[in-house]
């Protein structure tokens, strides 16, 4: 690109060693981007995010699929089906004359947070419960270890068994936070304030640490367990040696199967280090099933469960099955103008240095399909500090208050038709994908401050490419 008026150039280096070349004219203030010096790798995408597994399938029902190479499809796919209908079923239902949902829940189901597969919302007006909206609860021991809360534990209940009233209820207000973009058009972002209502057990303590959590979408993640931890590690830069502005690091967390610290992968802090325990902390926390990991709920005040193994053997392992075979939808439209500019821009203003744009899983001879595939989820799986404006204050393992996980970019773009809203981050407070972009600090504030720059048609380019995966 030819620029023809006088400018200030800065150039930048961003993961992968790739440069990039902002240019700001004087008049008005925005950015112009080079985009033709970025070499092959921008210029010849894929629409195969998830590899061999990506499905073709566009629809309301894209995140629930099994992988297009489903190896020995006659005998994996009854397993896959059965770990569905663990998935969906009701755990407030009797079988074999027990019913292990509780004594405290937020759900009864998996399925009635994580909805077809897909993502969980806020509530949208006063008093509707905020089903798929949990806050997680601490307090701090020390300079890092946690506790739960000595009243209501790790995480707010709604609701409680026959004979058990439920824990307390949330309000949701907004404020109001304002900006504008280079050339002179504003915005608004809702900020949330949270306040907690009807508590059964009296007021929660000056000192307890509270984290709102949407539920987030489901596919993906037996790839995403399938990265080699020194490919992640290799991405972790905690210092900024490299001076770019993002330090990237690992949260470490207890892995229970192996009784040691361990390399956290999922969750919104990377809490958890595999898809096994996540789901079994989900089923423990959100809706009162407990297994040989998690055999009870750590109440204080609430009533106890009884310590019984309530999750099967045969219904975890078939769904540990279907989560770990989600299958990862197409990118759309990948080769149309707008998307492939909008592409090159994500690189250029440095998005890619946290939203890693590829990796080769490795090897386990018990999924095939998940076996050495090169994917595209747009995540590098770290923690990054994302500002005072996202911080919930309350540390996670080695995170910190201001630290998330970078969440994997694949499938947003189908977020409307499967789950019926476009509410992203942690609390689900950005109402579409330029608005999470608008809320993003910290690490990401450069990135941020020059997609403010951008022109309009840039900045729709690039919300092009982020709809199209």
Known sequence: MRIVCSILTIIVVISGGLWYSAEYLEQPNQ?????????????????????????RDTGRNSYGRSPANMASFKARWPLFREGKGVFERDWGKARNGQAPLGPMFNARACDQCHRRDGRSQPPLYQGEIPEGLTFRLSTVDGE??????????????????????????????????????????????????????????????????ISPRVAPANFGLGLLEMIPEQDIYALADPDDANGDGI?????????????RPALGRFGWKANQPTLEQQILKALNADIGVTSAMFPDDGATVRPASSGATELRDDDLTSLLF?????????????????????????????????HATHFITGDDPAYPELSRQTIHPYTDLLLHDMGEDLADNRPDG????????????????????????????????????EEA???????????????RRLPRTERNALLAFLGSL
């Not at 790798?41 to 597994?53: I, K, L, M, R, Y």
């Not at 707008?338 to 592409?343: H, L, N, S």
């Not at 208050?401 to 789950?419: C, F, Q």
Request: glycine share 14%; proline share 6%; hydrophobic share 35%.
């Open 31 to 55: 950015a112009v981007l080079r985009l033709d010096h970025l070499g092959d790798e921008v210029a010849a995408p894929t629409p195969f995010s998830g590899g061999g597994t990506t499905i």
């Open 144 to 209: 890092q270890a946690q506790a739960a809360d000595p009243l209501y534990g790790e995480q707010l209940d709604y609701y409680g068994v026959e004979g058990t009233p439920g824990e307390g209820s949330v309000a949701i207000s907004h404020g109001t936070m304002e900006g504008s973009f280079a050339d002179g058009s504003g915005y608004a972002l809702q900020r949330p304030d949270y306040s907690f209502t009807d508590l059964a057990h009296g007021p929660m303590s000056g000192a307890t640490l």
């Open 247 to 259: 330090s990237g690091r690992p949260n470490y967390v207890y892995d229970h199967r192996l009784n």
């Open 322 to 354: 279907y989560m770990k075979l989600l299958a990862v939808p197409k990118q759309r439209d990948w080769q149309a103008p707008a998307v492939q500019r909008g592409r090159m821009i994500f690189r250029s203003i440095g998005c890619a240095g946290c």
């Open 398 to 433: 080695r995170a910190t208050g201001r630290e998330w996980r970078t969440p994997p970019l694949w499938g947003i773009g189908l977020l409307e038709a499967v789950s019926g809203h476009t509410r992203l981050l942690h609390d689900g407070r950005a109402r579409n994908i």
């Open 437 to 451: 972009i608008l809320w993003h600090g910290g690490e990401a504030s450069a990135s941020q401050n020059l997609y």
